[in-house]
C-alpha cells in the first residue's frame, strides 16, 4: 500500500473517531450564550449580532433543512443539526491537523529529500506522529467544547486548519506555477472565512513566511523576519482597509448618487462594487498581456477577497425582509458599516489610548447618516472622548474605566482610596499584559489543555488558589503550586470537571518543539509564528480586562491545534535522533504507544464533563421563563443568558411565540425600539407613545429627571416625548413621582390578579424614581408601561438589575421566573434577595408553573456535569422555590410546601449537586412541617458532605483557607444546623450517625 494511500486511508479513520466523539457528546437544544442566537439565525437566516456570520449561516441553513426534512415533526433536530455542523467542523479540523503534521513528520525524518520513500519505521513515525497530533486536537478541551455547540468558532477553527494545510500542502509540493493554484485556494478560504470568524486571517503571516522559505533557495533571519512583517501588513490591510474601510467608500459613493444624482438606494454601492470587481479582473487581464505572474496572483487574491466579502449582501437583504431577529437592523449600506465596524460596542485602542483612570477632557462627534425619505441624512453622531496626552499609554493595556477596582489591586494599591499621581505607569501597563493577560488569560488556557484543569469554576484572580487554576495530576507539583492535595472531600476528588493528564501532553509537545527546531527549524518557525499569532496576538488584540463575564479560552484554539502537531513531531524526532542507536522499528512503535498516553488521558478525563448528551438545561431554562408570562405577555430580560436561549425557544422549538421577549441590554437603542413596534410570530405589536423619531439616533440617550409632585405616567411620558429642551437633552421628565391609575372593572376582566387577590388591588400605584438621569432603555420601559398596562401582561426576569425596576419593586408579582406588574402592594421577603424579594407572590399560579410547566434541563433524569455558566439559573430557581414555600408556609399551607420541597431535590438531584447550605431551608421546612421521613435522606448526605470538607478546610495552611473564607463559613453554619436538625429528626440511631461524624469537627481557626 502507497504512502499516500495510507495516509488517506489513516486520516480518514481519526476523522471518522472525532466525528464519532462528537455526535456522541454534542448537546440536543440550543446552548448557554449565542447559540440560541446563532441557531436560530441559521434556520431562517436572521441577522444575528454585528459583525454577523452569513457564511456560517448560509452553511447552517442547509444543515437545518436536511433537519426540517428528515425529522419534520421534532424542532429540537434543528438544533442538534447545527450542533453536528460543529462537531463536522471540527472533525474536519482534526484531519487537516492530521495531514499537515504527516506532512512536517515526513519532512523531519526524511532531512527535507520528500522524494524518497520511507522505511517501514519511518513510516510508522510519521503516521503515528499524525494519529496522535489528530487524536490531541479532537480530545483537546477548548476545542472539544465548541464542538458540541452551535456557534461560529468551530467553523472558524476548521477554516485556519484548512488554510494551514493547504498552505503546508504547496510548501512541500514542486515550486510551479501549477502548484500556485493552491494560494488562490488558500485566499478564496480565508475569503470566506470572514463570514464566519476572522481567525483565519490570523494565518497570514505563517503563509508569507512559507512562501518566501520556499521560493528563496538559501532563506535568511532578516528574510524570514521580512516575510513575517509583510505578511502581518497584509493581515492588516484586509481588516482594517478592505473589511472595514472599502464598505465605508462604499456608502459614500452611494450618498453621492443618492443625494446629488436622485440615484435609488443602494445604486453606488452597486457601482462601486463594479469598479472593485473591473480592478480586480483587469488585473488578471493585464498580468496575462504583461506575463506578470506575480500581478495575477495579486488580483485573482484580490478578486477571491471579494467574494467572501460579498457573502455580506445576505446580511442587508435579510434585515430588509425584517426578520424577527434582526440585530442592528444593516438594511442600508451606512447600517451595514456601522454593523461590519462593530460600532455599538466602542473602539479598544491597541496602540495609543488612555488609562483605565483618565479623564475625558472633550467630545469628538462625527456625523452618522442614515436613509430619511428618499435622501441620506444626519440621523445621528459617533461620540468619541478626548483625553489629555499626559493620560494617554502606549499598548493600553490597563484601559476598561469600569474595572478600576480590579487593576488597583493587580497594582498591590488599596482599591479604596485615590490612584497615586502618576499611575499607573508604563510599568504597570506591562506587568499587566505579562502577568494577567499572559500569565493568568493565556498560560492557564493553554495548561487546562495540556496539563489538565481544577475545576470549572470561573478563575477571577491568579492569587485564588481554589478556582480555575490548571492541575496536572501530580500531587507534590499541585500542593506546592495551590494547596494541600492530600486529604480533598469527595465532591472535589469526583468533580466531573477536574481532569488531569499528568502533564504528558504539554511534555511531549515540548519534545516535539525542541526537536523540530533542531531538525528542521524553517518549518518549525512557520509554526511557531502560527502558535503565537494566534495565541498571543489574540491575547494582545482582545486586550482582556479583568473578571470577563465568562472564560475566552475557546478563541485561542488555533495555537492549541499547533501545539497538538508538536506532540505528533515528537514521535518523528525521537525516531531520528535514537534510530542509530536502538532497533528503528521497535522505536517508532514503542514511541507511538507511549505517546498514545496523552489522547488516552484527555479523553478518558474530559468525556464526562465534555458530553452534553443528555443536557437541555439552556432550553428549558428559557422555558420555564416563558411559561411563567400570561399569553400574550411582554418579559424585559437582561443578559444574554436570560435572552438568547429564549430567542431559541421561540424561534426554533415554537414555544410560547406570543410572549414579547424585550432585551434590556438593547432596549437603549433606537432600531431596537422600532423593531418592538412590529408584529413578530405570534406576539402583537408593543403600543409607544414616543414616535420613532423623539428615540432616534442619540435623541433622548438620556433625559434629566425633575423633582415634583405626583403625576400619571401616561401624562409625563407624553411630555418627555414632546420636545422641551433642557440641559443638552431633548425634553426631561417633568417629576419623580409616578402613579398608575388601576381600572378595578378592566384589571379583572383581563385577569391581571388571581379572583383570590381581587381584594388587595389599589386604586392606584404610586412609585418614585430614585434617579436624576433617565437613559433610553428606561424611557422606553416607562413608555411600554404606560402604553401597554393591564392590556398586555407586564412582566420583569428575575435577572434583571434592581434599577431598572424604577421603583416599581413593591408592585412586582413573582409567578415563576418572572414578576408581573400588578396593581398589588406586596411588602416582599426578607429571606431573599434581589428582585426575587420584592414585591408579592401568586403562591397558586406559581405553585401550578413550577409542577406541571417547568423542566429542569435533564439534570432530574441523568448524571451530568453543571457548567459553572448554569449557576446564575440554578440559583435563581432555587431562590423562586424558597419564596414561594415561605409564603405556603406562612398561609398553612404545609402539603404544598413539602410537594415543593420534594420537587426541589428532585429536579436537583444529589448525583448532581452538592449538598451544601444551600438546601437547609428545604429541610427545615421538612421539619417544621412534620414531613420527618423526607428530610432523613438528604440530612444524611448533608451531614457526610459536611464532615468531609470540615476536615478538608482544617488541614489547610492559613493562606489556602483564605481564599475560601466563604466556603469555610458555609461548612461550619452547615455543621451547626445539621446537628440541630438531627437532634429534631425524632430518628435516634441518624442522630447518633450524624453527631459521631461531625459532632468531633474542629472549628476553623482565623
Known amino acids: 500500500m502507497s504512502y499516500k494511500l495510507l495516509n488517506n486511508v489513516v486520516g480518514w479513520a481519526v476523522f471518522a473517531i472525532a466525528l464519532l466523539t462528537y455526535t456522541l457528546t454534542i448537546e440536543p437544544t440550543g446552548s448557554l450564550w449565542d447559540c440560541g442566537e446563532f441557531i436560530a439565525g441559521a434556520q431562517k437566516l436572521q441577522v444575528v449580532h454585528p459583525p454577523g456570520a452569513p457564511v456560517f449561516l448560509m452553511v447552517g441553513r442547509m444543515f437545518t433543512f436536511i433537519a426540517e426534512t428528515v425529522s419534520p415533526g421534532d424542532p429540537s433536530a434543528v438544533a442538534r443539526s447545527v450542533n453536528f455542523m460543529s462537531g463536522l467542523c471540527t472533525a474536519f479540523t482534526v484531519l487537516f491537523v492530521f495531514w499537515t503534521t504527516t506532512i512536517l513528520g515526513r519532512i523531519l525524518i526524511t532531512a527535507g529529500d520528500r522524494d524518497r ?136 459613493f452611494d450618498r453621492l448618487f443618492v443625494n446629488s444624482f436622485s440615484a435609488p438606494f443602494g445604486f453606488g454601492m452597486g457601482f462601486f462594487v463594479l469598479i472593485l470587481a473591473a480592478l480586480a479582473i483587469g488585473g488578471v487581464v493585464f498580468s496575462v498581456i504583461a506575463k506578470l505572474p506575480w500581478l495575477q496572483k495579486l488580483s485573482l487574491g484580490f478578486g477571491m477577497i471579494l467574494i467572501g466579502m460579498s457573502m455580506y449582501g445576505m446580511i442587508v437583504i435579510r434585515a430588509n425582509a425584517d426578520t424577527p431577529i434582526n440585530m442592528n437592523d444593516p438594511s442600508d449600506v451606512y447600517s451595514l458599516v456601522s454593523y461590519l465596524n462593530r460600532e455599538q460596542y466602542g473602539d479598544r485602542p491597541l496602540f495609543v489610548g488612555p488609562h483605565f483612570a483618565a479623564r475625558p477632557t472633550g467630545n469628538k462627534f462625527t456625523d452618522k447618516y442614515g436613509p430619511v425619505g428618499d435622501k441620506y441624512e444626519i440621523v445621528d453622531q459617533k461620540v468619541e472622548y478626548t483625553y489629555r496626552s499626559t493620560d494617554q499609554m502606549f499598548l493600553p493595556r490597563m484601559s476598561h474605566s469600569d474595572r478600576a477596582t480590579q487593576y488597583k489591586v493587580m497594582m498591590d494599591l488599596d482599591p479604596n482610596k485615590p490612584l497615586p499621581a502618576n499611575r499607573p505607569t508604563a510599568g504597570d501597563n506591562f506587568g499587566f499584559f505579562v502577568k494577567y493577560q499572559i500569565g493568568w488569560m493565556y498560560w492557564r488556557y493553554f495548561m487546562w489543555n495540556f496539563a489538565g484543569r481544577q475545576n470549572n469554576d470561573q478563575g477571577v484572580f491568579s492569587q485564588d488558589v481554589t478556582r480555575g487554576q490548571w492541575l496536572s495530576g501530580i500531587g507534590f507539583m499541585d500542593s506546592a503550586r495551590l494547596y494541600d492535595q492530600s486529604n480533598l472531600p469527595e465532591t472535589i476528588k469526583n468533580d466531573k470537571s477536574r481532569n488531569k493528564y499528568y502533564m504528558l501532553p504539554f511534555l511531549f509537545g515540548l519534545i516535539g518543539l525542541i526537536l523540530h527546531m533542531y531538525y528542521r527549524p524553517n518549518e518549525a518557525l512557520a509554526l511557531i509564528i502560527l502558535f503565537l499569532m494566534t495565541g498571543l496576538a489574540i491575547i494582545f488584540y482582545s486586550n482582556q480586562p479583568p473578571q470577563e463575564p465568562r472564560e475566552r479560552d475557546y478563541v485561542l484554539v488555533g495555537s492549541f491545534f499547533t501545539y497538538c502537531m508538536w506532540i505528533g513531531l515528537s514521535i518523528p524526532g525521537v525516531v531520528r535522533l535514537l534510530k542509530d542507536k536502538l532497533p528503528a522499528v521497535p522505536l517508532a512503535a514503542g514511541m507511538t504507544l507511549l505517546v498514545f498516553l496523552a489522547p488516552f488521558f484527555m479523553v478518558t478525563q474530559n468525556w464526562d464533563d465534555h458530553s452534553r448528551a443528555n443536557l437541555s438545561a439552556a432550553r428549558d431554562y428559557a422555558t420555564n421563563f416563558l411559561e411563567s408570562c400570561e399569553q400574550n405577555a411582554i418579559v424585559f430580560t437582561h443578559g444574554d443568558n436570560d435572552t438568547y436561549p429564549l430567542w431559541y425557544a421561540q424561534e426554533v422549538e415554537g414555544i410560547r411565540t406570543d410572549v414579547r421577549v424585550v432585551n434590556l441590554s438593547l432596549l437603549a437603542v433606537d432600531w431596537y425600539i422600532d423593531q418592538l413596534r412590529r408584529k413578530v410570530n405570534d406576539s402583537p405589536a408593543i403600543k409607544m407613545t414616543m414616535s420613532p423619531a423623539a428615540y432616534r439616533g442619540n435623541t433622548r440617550n438620556s433625559i434629566p429627571v425633575k423633582q415634583g409632585g405626583v403625576q400619571n405616567i401616561s401624562t409625563a411620558v407624553k411630555f418627555a416625548a414632546s420636545d422641551n429642551p433642557q440641559r443638552n437633552s431633548a425634553s426631561f421628565l417633568p417629576t419623580n413621582k409616578l402613579r398608575i391609575p388601576v381600572n378595578r372593572q378592566q384589571v379583572i376582566q383581563n385577569k391581571v390578579v388571581s379572583p383570590e387577590k381581587q381584594n388587595q388591588i389599589v386604586n392606584e400605584m404610586n412609585f418614585t424614581i430614585n434617579k436624576t438621569y433617565l437613559i433610553k432603555d428606561e424611557i422606553a420601559i416607562l413608555d411600554i408601561l404606560s402604553s401597554n398596562l393591564w392590556e398586555r401582561p407586564i412582566y420583569f426576569a428575575v435577572t434583571c438589575r434592581p434599577e431598572k425596576l424604577l421603583g416599581l419593586n413593591n408592585y412586582l408579582q413573582l409567578e415563576g421566573l418572572a414578576m408581573r406588574v400588578v396593581p398589588i402592594k406586596g411588602s416582599g421577603s426578607p429571606l431573599v434577595g434581589g428582585v426575587i424579594g420584592q414585591g408579592s407572590v401568586d403562591e397558586q399560579k406559581m405553585y401550578n408553573n413550577i409542577m406541571t410547566k417547568f423542566k429542569w434541563g435533564g439534570f432530574d433524569k441523568h448524571s451530568l456535569h453543571v457548567d459553572n455558566s448554569l449557576a446564575p439559573s440554578t440559583q435563581s430557581l432555587r431562590l423562586a422555590f424558597i419564596r414561594l414555600i415561605k409564603d405556603l408556609m406562612d398561609q398553612g399551607k404545609k402539603d404544598q410546601a413539602v410537594a415543593l420541597c420534594d420537587k426541589y431535590f428532585e429536579a436537583f438531584p444529589h448525583r448532581n449537586f452538592s449538598y451544601t447550605y444551600d438546601i437547609s431551608y428545604f429541610l427545615q421546612v421538612y421539619q417544621r412541617a412534620g414531613a420527618l421521613e423526607n428530610m432523613k435522606e438528604p440530612l444524611r448526605i448533608w451531614a457526610e458532605e459536611t464532615a468531609d470538607h470540615l476536615r478538608f478546610y482544617q488541614s489547610l495552611e492559613p493562606n489556602a483557607q483564605v481564599f475560601m473564607r466563604g466556603e469555610i463559613e458555609n461548612a461550619e453554619r452547615s455543621r451547626n444546623d445539621v446537628l440541630a436538625l438531627a437532634k429534631q429528626s425524632q430518628d435516634a440511631e441518624l442522630q447518633a450517625y450524624i453527631e459521631g461524624i461531625i459532632g468531633g469537627t474542629i472549628p476553623i481557626k482565623d
Open 117 to 252: 520513500k520511507l522505511e517501514l519505521s519511518e513510516l510508522i513515525a510519521v503516521l503515528g506522529g499524525g494519529v496522535m497530533a489528530g487524536l490531541t486536537t479532537a480530545f483537546c478541551s477548548s476545542i472539544w467544547f465548541s464542538a458540541v455547540e452551535g456557534e461560529v468558532y468551530a467553523m472558524s477553527t476548521f477554516f485556519t486548519a484548512l488554510v494551514v494545510w493547504s498552505g503546508f500542502r504547496w510548501y512541500q509540493m514542486p515550486d510551479d506555477e501549477q502548484s500556485d493554484r493552491w494560494l488562490i485556494f488558500i485566499a478564496l478560504m480565508i475569503a470566506l472565512s470572514i463570514g464566519v470568524h476572522l481567525l483565519s486571517l490570523l494565518a497570514i503571516p505563517t503563509i508569507a513566511v512559507l512562501f518566501y522559505m520556499k521560493k528563496v533557495k538559501k532563506p535568511s533571519i532578516i528574510g524570514v523576519a521580512l516575510s513575517f512583517i509583510l505578511g502581518s501588513i497584509t493581515f492588516l490591510v484586509i481588516q482594517t482597509v478592505i473589511i472595514l474601510k472599502l464598505p465605508s467608500i462604499g456608502a459614500w
